[in-house]
């Protein structure tokens, strides 16, 4: 399942930059460079499965569904 629903926006989120080891840095971007993802796209998706695995409830970070271990407040599966 993509896209929104009425239930679910898509909405803005305003991150501010951090400071971090060099060598975390460059591991970060080694990683996303390997997934072909943005920084931000990776740490977000990184926090979504943080989020997930302690049970907070979300139906995908990007769009509904798009994290697998995701689950709409009903407890369906996203």
Sequence with gaps: MTGTS???PIVNIALKGGRV???????LFDATA??????NE???KAAAEKLAASGR????????GD?????FNDGRRG
């Design 6 to 8: 009425a239930k679910d």
């Design 21 to 27: 080891t060099a060598t975390f840095r460059d591991a």
């Design 34 to 39: 390997r997934e072909g993802i943005s920084v």
């Design 42 to 44: 990776f740490c977000l």
């Design 57 to 64: 409830q979300f139906s995908g970070v990007f769009n509904s």
């Design 67 to 71: 994290l697998p271990t995701a689950r």
